[in-house]
Each structure stands twice: as structure tokens, then as C-alpha cells.
């Protein structure tokens, strides 16, 4: 019988990446849909991304992720960004059209606002958000809470001068009332605030101790907290919260809906987030 042993390559790109958990989702959505592809995680340092494009052209993948450090970087090495990533400024996904064109994409934001509806039950039109960070996906999670609505954004990131460069694409690109708040010492979290975003990488493996320094005395009741971190997905944070009493949202919900829009792009087919949710709680035994 004839076999057909050529696997479709798909993956990411990024530096630290060893933490990265995608691959144990996206390759069990590939089996579930009988799919000969595979997901590899891929060490790419700065200094070597132009290089790693490069190699996926020639190597014809089909796609890549790109995470920390690379999605504002890599834009300027594809062949077009699509409007919704332009307007973010940042890059998370990497396709192949059907001329062997390398477009980006952001899903991230759309993922993180689809666990912020679906996993936690709450509608961000009207809420007050502050966002720790100031990366690409800070970037991408401030434009998709923009376009739903949200009433204010704010964001506290230690580098005055990209979190500056941030409030104002995010203003002039959504009209959102949106203000930087430089991030000196620890960050107290008013009464007024909704939602708290980490989208800073601190509390990452393997360093799963530490945390964002912010001051939780004066939050509200209600107070929902997310990280956008997956690894380990109940952060320090997230633990210090819950005991506080506050709803949290920990990051493997924004990492499924994201990649489950990844697959469909690469693929043309619908993922079963069945299956992605499945290995990836047996991968952390949750």
C-alpha cells in the first residue's frame, strides 16, 4: 500500500522557548483531525530571526508562531501584515497563502477576549482594565478590549517610553481612552479597576515564584484577575488572588482559542479544542 510519509511543518519561533506548552495542544488537535503535521518548538535568539524566516521559506512550512521576543520584530521580514495585526503593531501567527506568501497575523488578543467571555463569564464593554506590560501581547489584548468597548485602559509598564509609544498607537488606532502609568516600585490596584491583565513575562517557568508587584489591599470584590502566562498555568499571582477572593483567569484559555484560530488558518480546518484542552491538563496535571 502506498504511504505518504511527508509531515506538513508548523511551529514557533521564540527565545526563551523551552517553557512554550503549544506543541502538546496543536499536535493533539492534529491528531484528532488526522492530520499529518507536526508543531516543534524552535530556540530562535533576536539576532537570528531574519535567518529563521528564512529557513521556513526554504523549508516550505506551512506556518509559524512567533512569541518572545519576536512579534513586533518579525513584521518587517514578511511579505504583508493583515490590517487587524498592523493596528496592533505585533505578530503572533505566520501563514502560507497560496502564492507561498508569509502573512501575519495576531490572534492573541481574540483568544484572550474569548476567555474573558466564555471561561470567566464577563463582558469587558464599560470595565476598567489595567495591563501590566507593554510587549506584543499587551498590544494585542489592549486593541481587542478597545474594539469590545472597554471604558478605560491603562498601562503600567517600567519603560516609560515604549509604554508611551503603546498608548499612543492605541488611542489613535482605536480611540480608546487609554493613559500610561510609569511602573515605579509596586502598583496599587484602585477600586475603580475592573480587570488586571499580567502580560508581562514574570512569573514564567522556571521562574514560577516570582510575580508582578502590584497591591491588591484596596481592589474591588469583584476584581478579575488574568495572566496571560500558560506555563505554569496557576501563577503565584493567580494564587495570591484566589486566596484573596478574587476571580481569576489563568493563561492556557487565551493560549487554546488563540491556536485554535492558528489551526484553522494553517489548516482550513475547525480544531477540536476538546482535544487541545485535554493534553494540555494532562500535561499539568490539572
Same mark, same amino acid.
Given at each position: 500500500?502506498?504511504?505518504?510519509?511527508?509531515?506538513?511543518?508548523? *511551529?514557533?519561533?521564540? !527565545?526563551?522557548?523551552?517553557?512554550?506548552?503549544?506543541?502538546?495542544?496543536?499536535?493533539? &488537535?492534529?491528531? %484528532?483531525?488526522?492530520?499529518?503535521? @507536526?508543531?516543534?518548538?524552535?530556540?530562535?535568539?533576536?539576532?537570528?530571526?531574519? &535567518?529563521?524566516? /528564512?529557513?521556513?521559506?526554504?523549508?516550505?512550512? $506551512?506556518?509559524? /508562531?512567533?512569541?518572545?521576543? !519576536?512579534?513586533?520584530?518579525?513584521?518587517?521580514?514578511?511579505?504583508?501584515?493583515?490590517?487587524?495585526?498592523?493596528?496592533?503593531?505585533?505578530?503572533?501567527?505566520?501563514?502560507?497563502?497560496?502564492?507561498?506568501?508569509?502573512?501575519?497575523? /495576531?490572534?492573541?488578543?481574540?483568544?484572550?477576549?474569548?476567555?474573558?467571555?466564555?471561561?470567566?463569564?464577563?463582558?469587558? %464593554?464599560?470595565?476598567?482594565?489595567?495591563?501590566?506590560?507593554?510587549?506584543?501581547?499587551? $498590544?494585542?489584548?489592549?486593541?481587542?478590549? %478597545?474594539?469590545?468597548?472597554?471604558?478605560?485602559?491603562?498601562? %503600567?509598564?517600567?519603560?516609560?517610553?515604549?509604554?508611551?509609544?503603546?498608548? *499612543?498607537?492605541?488611542?489613535?488606532?482605536?480611540?480608546? /481612552?487609554?493613559?500610561?502609568?510609569?511602573?515605579?516600585?509596586?502598583? $496599587?490596584?484602585?477600586?475603580?479597576?475592573?480587570?488586571?491583565?499580567?502580560?508581562?513575562?514574570?512569573?514564567?517557568?522556571?521562574?514560577?515564584?516570582?510575580?508582578?508587584?502590584?497591591?491588591?489591599?484596596?481592589? $474591588?470584590?469583584?476584581?478579575?484577575?488574568?495572566?496571560?502566562?500558560?506555563?505554569?498555568?496557576?501563577? @503565584?499571582?493567580?494564587?495570591?488572588?484566589?486566596?484573596?477572593?478574587?476571580?481569576?483567569?489563568?493563561?492556557?484559555?487565551?493560549?487554546?482559542?488563540?491556536?485554535?484560530?492558528?489551526?484553522?488558518?494553517?489548516?482550513?480546518?475547525?480544531?477540536?479544542?476538546?482535544?487541545?484542552?485535554?493534553?494540555?491538563?494532562?500535561?499539568?496535571?490539572?
Amino acid at each position: 500500500m502506498a504511504a505518504n510519509y511527508k509531515e506538513e511543518l508548523v *511551529g514557533v519561533f521564540g !527565545h526563551p522557548v523551552a517553557e512554550n506548552p503549544t506543541c502538546v495542544m496543536q499536535n493533539a &488537535a492534529f491528531a %484528532a483531525a488526522g492530520l499529518n503535521w @507536526r508543531y516543534l518548538t524552535i530556540e530562535v535568539r533576536p539576532e537570528q530571526l531574519p &535567518a529563521a524566516i /528564512n529557513g521556513l521559506r526554504g523549508m516550505n512550512f $506551512r506556518g509559524i /508562531n512567533c512569541t518572545i521576543p !519576536h512579534k513586533v520584530a518579525v513584521m518587517s521580514l514578511l511579505d504583508e501584515a493583515r490590517p487587524d495585526a498592523a493596528m496592533i503593531g505585533a505578530v503572533n501567527t505566520v501563514r502560507v497563502d497560496g502564492r507561498g506568501r508569509l502573512i501575519g497575523e /495576531n490572534t492573541d488578543g481574540k483568544g484572550f477576549l474569548r476567555g474573558i467571555r466564555e471561561d470567566a463569564g464577563m463582558d469587558p %464593554a464599560g470595565k476598567s482594565v489595567v495591563i501590566l506590560g507593554a510587549g506584543g501581547a499587551s $498590544r494585542a489584548i489592549a486593541v481587542e478590549l %478597545a474594539l469590545a468597548g472597554v471604558r478605560q485602559i491603562r498601562i %503600567a509598564n517600567r519603560s516609560v517610553e515604549r509604554g508611551q509609544a503603546m498608548v *499612543g498607537d492605541l488611542v489613535n488606532r482605536t480611540k480608546v /481612552n487609554a493613559e500610561l502609568v510609569p511602573l515605579v516600585g509596586r502598583y $496599587r490596584v484602585g477600586k475603580d479597576v475592573d480587570i488586571l491583565i499580567n502580560a508581562t513575562s514574570i512569573g514564567l517557568y522556571p521562574d514560577v515564584e516570582a510575580r508582578p508587584e502590584v497591591q491588591l489591599e484596596e481592589a $474591588r470584590g469583584n476584581l478579575l484577575v488574568a495572566d496571560a502566562i500558560p506555563n505554569p498555568p496557576d501563577t @503565584r499571582l493567580l494564587q495570591e488572588c484566589r486566596q484573596r477572593g478574587f476571580k481569576t483567569l489563568n493563561g492556557l484559555a487565551m493560549l487554546v482559542y488563540q491556536g485554535a484560530i492558528g489551526f484553522e488558518m494553517w489548516t482550513g480546518q475547525k480544531a477540536d479544542e476538546g482535544a487541545m484542552k485535554a493534553a494540555l491538563g494532562k500535561a499539568f496535571g490539572i
